[in-house]
């Protein structure tokens, strides 16, 4: 029974992995990511024994993130793959990981700004000039940034406080 919810539980950070280099090398999340990581979440909720009631508070915090990311993606500062991206992770997360994720999300939005701020600078940009097409397009000036890298990241490093992942994790 172990190894089930093992293996249902690493869905989540393999779809959010994929999610991110998807956002990375293309700029574009498919949606099949976030369905995939919705569909996973009740079989994963419920084998690892979190209540119904639990459930639902998962499924209200998922719910708020979509309503966030879609204002962010309204207001130009996020994709829209991003936008769900975050809501499905989110979902995952629960109350009260949700916080930590938000707070990992952001630093890690910051650090990979800084990042590709220097990949654009003068001094890198020669360095990747032969690089892969993907590389390049990130080193492009006014480029978009890949925000899905910074969600992953901060799943990825919020996961053990998500309420899926106490049981077996925690």
Known sequence: MQALQISLL??????????????????????????ALIAAFVPAALISGV????????????????VLGMG??????????DGKLLAACALWMGWPA????LL????????LTFAI???????VAPMVAGGPAWVRRLG??????????????????????????QGVLG
């Open 51 to 66: 209540s119904l009631p639990q459930i639902g508070v998962c499924l209200a915090v998922g719910l708020g993130a979509l």
């Open 140 to 165: 492009q000036s006014g480029g978009d940034l890949p925000y899905g890298v910074a969600i992953a990241a901060g799943a990825l490093i919020a996961f053990p406080k998500a309420l899926l992942a």
């Open 104 to 111: 990992y999300t952001g630093l890690a939005g910051g650090a």
């Open 98 to 101: 949700v916080l930590p994720f």
């Open 72 to 81: 962010m993606f309204a207001a130009g500062w996020i994709g829209g793959g």
């Open 117 to 123: 701020l220097a990949l654009r600078s003068g001094w």
């Open 10 to 35: 690493m869905v989540f950070p393999a779809l959010a992995i994929v999610g991110a280099l998807k956002d990375l090398t293309s700029y574009t999340i498919p949606n099949w990511v976030s369905l």
